[in-house]
């Protein structure tokens, strides 16, 4: 069995992983691997990353409604229908 090693390829001090997705080495589909997916917050960053992006365009949409922009309404598409051609028979 090899000795834990760290994300930079070198050896961890004292045997304990400095990964810093420790429920990659489990796999997630294990139960001690979700326990530690849960108790590192595996997707918490991304999570609230997101809620910040979206919480700026909501106000930035917002503040042009409120100074009267409107949006340009969409044109239908004209959309090509291929159509079989059919032959009489004779």
Same mark, same amino acid.
């Given at each position: 069995?090899?000795?834990?090693?760290?994300?930079?390829?070198?050896?961890a001090a004292s045997g304990?992983?400095?990964?810093?997705?420790?429920? @990659? +080495?489990? =796999?997630?589909? $294990?139960? !001690?691997?979700? &326990?530690?997916? @849960? +108790?590192? =917050?595996?997707? $918490?960053? !991304?999570?609230? &990353?997101?809620?910040?992006?979206?919480?700026?365009?909501?106000?930035?949409?917002?503040?042009?409604?409120?100074?009267?922009?409107?949006?340009?309404?969409?044109?239908?598409?004209?959309?090509?229908?291929?159509?079989?051609?059919?032959?009489?028979?004779?």
């Amino acid at each position: 069995m090899e000795a834990p090693s760290s994300s930079s390829g070198q050896p961890a001090a004292s045997g304990i992983s400095l990964d810093p997705e420790p429920w @990659k +080495l489990l =796999g997630r589909d $294990t139960p !001690a691997g979700k &326990a530690l997916f @849960k +108790l590192y =917050g595996g997707t $918490t960053g !991304a999570k609230v &990353a997101g809620q910040g992006y979206h919480e700026r365009n909501k106000a930035v949409q917002q503040r042009k409604v409120e100074a009267g922009w409107t949006p340009k309404p969409l044109a239908p598409e004209k959309v090509e229908v291929a159509r079989p051609q059919l032959w009489k028979s004779r």
